[in-house]
């Protein structure tokens, strides 16, 4: 299982990030997974004003974990 992860930075300030948990998931796949972290990359603008999509990541969960 997968859970998605986007990091956003202020726009004039890349030193101040936040990393973005996905509370919808955990993903069956990774594909999934990517497909969500692309969903939430384009949705920080909307949350999180002055800040930018950044990177993501798909993270693998241990066994019996929703999340880390």
């Not at 726009?11 to 948990?21: D, H, I, P, R, T």
């Not at 939430?40 to 993270?59: E, F, L």
Request: charged share 20%.
């Amino acid at each position: 299982m997968f859970q998605a992860i986007v990091l956003a930075c202020l726009a004039f300030n890349m030193e101040q990030c936040y990393q973005l948990e996905d509370q919808w998931g955990p993903y069956q796949t990774y594909e999934q997974c990517e497909k969500r972290a692309y969903e939430m990359s384009r949705a920080v603008h909307q949350h999180m004003r002055g800040y930018k999509p950044v990177s993501w990541q798909c993270r693998t969960l241990p066994k019996g974990k929703l999340t880390v």
